[in-house]
């Protein structure tokens, strides 16, 4: 007993010098980084990038260090750590604590061995043989008497047991920023591989544009059915390791079931139809594809599809924004359908992805807004409506020049208002806060939608023309009933009421959370809790295109 006790004891000593060791290697290569950076904790701006890299590995300047929450009540220890001429005293918790699951599971292999050994070496209790031979022969002599009855096992299909020729190709897309030092593909490849069968091949590359392709090859038929559903709860809780608070919105999955002779083109844009359709549903963050008639016939007659654009084969619906105010219709955003020869209606999101060239982006937003004003034109008394502008034609000098040229010749330009995205808006915010100055002068205004988290106030400020916010469907859906969503909307109201700009909601489909957003003081809503979108404006001269 006194050997096992001493040899427990130099394996702990010994264990918390490795660790010590390797936490004291740890904060040097910090402070390498920090002065690689050429970070200075003397100034202010540079002390928030230094906690925010020190707060990623346990760590924090020793003057901040009673700042933060201390670990299981315990107190901090602070330790000088120099490198290439920069010296720096940090706080850690203790090396029992940074590494105490190193020091679980040393212990509890130990006292597992110590068991074993125990199991091994303890007595056996064994039976006398005069007893135990009567009760042999009774079970010999019940089985002669007792005809043996065999049953024949139902015999199922394998998975593999036959040949397929079909593969399953994947886009994952998230919402959460992973560590600069982690090989993205590495750790998914073998996250996939540990919890995907093991007679399901996979493979993974991590795209320059941030989406995860996962290609599995030759499913069996339940495997298909899960692929979706299961891939998009793998990376989720493996994501789950970056950011305990994520949502399970936050990931979106796009699944193209095809054949292995399909072209590698032609699938991996129906896997971006698929992760599309995904994004854009609130509820359904999977979204899986077979490659069929229908998505073969929209890849293959996308320039169809833009020649009835170019031809006016297509209606404008209107989506009504309801003010809590008014009590009344206050706007309307207009919606885009396209009638197709073989597929009947289309929405936009079915065919965007299929348009590729910037200028069919061009002429697709410059003929809803050509057609938005004809029906203006034709109202008595027209009504706000605001009209969707891709990202690609913000960007478009091109397309910047027609805008201004058209509305200079139209009397309607202050009924219009023109909505780009929350991202879309802080990325090229330098950029277009001309081109907003010379809409507000016409009279135009720009709505900021797809709003789903706290507001960079820096970016608002001083630009003219801003004359809403609008937040995301995500924020919006099943708000009554989370309270983290609840406080973001608080959040983003207080911010909104202090830029003076109204505050509306999207997607808006039951009683409860049209309650809900009342009471934290929004201005106004739409969704189908209201209205579906419908042909406001019916004096048109839109062709039905049922003769298409």
Known sequence: MAALTCGWYFVNVTLYQVAHEALHQRGVSLVQQIAQRGLRAERDEDQIKINVLLKEQGFSLASQ????????????????????????????????????????????????????????????????????????????????????????????????????HFAAFALVRWQCALPAQLDTAMHFNVVLKKRFVKNLRCSIKYLRSGVLAVTITEPSQAEVQHAASHLHEFIYQALLAFRGDLSRSAVKVGVCIHPLSAESAKVCQCARSALAMASDNPWQHQHEMVFSHTHKALQESAKQVFNYIKEGRYVLFFQPLFGFEQQDIIASEVLLRVRHAELGMLVARQFMP???????????????????????????????????VHCINWCNRGFRRWLVETLGQSTLAEHLTFEISAADFYQYNVQLHSFFCILADLGCGVVVDHIERALQLAKFRGKVGLRALKLGVNLVQEIEHDQHKQRVIRDILAQAKALELPLYAVGVETPSALRCLQKLGLKGAQGHYFSEAMLQFAASDLKSGHDT
């Open 65 to 164: 260090a009673n700042e933060r929450n201390q670990w299981f009540f315990s107190e901090l220890e602070s330790e000088v750590f120099q490198a290439k001429e920069l010296t720096l005293r940090l706080a850690h918790p203790s090396v029992g604590l940074y590494y105490g699951h190193w020091f679980v599971v040393l212990n509890g292999s130990l006292l597992v061995l110590l068991m074993l050994v125990a199991t091994r070496l303890r007595p056996r209790v064994t039976t006398p043989p005069s007893v135990k031979a009567p009760e042999l022969n009774n079970l010999e002599a019940k089985s002669q008497s007792t005809p043996l009855v065999t049953f024949k096992p139902t015999s199922y299909p394998l998975p593999n047991s036959t040949p397929h």
């Open 354 to 388: 299929y348009l590729k060239e910037p200028e069919q982006f061009m002429e697709l937003d410059k003929h809803v807004i050509k057609q938005t004003l004809k029906l203006l034109a034709n109202e008595r008394q027209p009504q706000k409506v605001s009209v969707n």
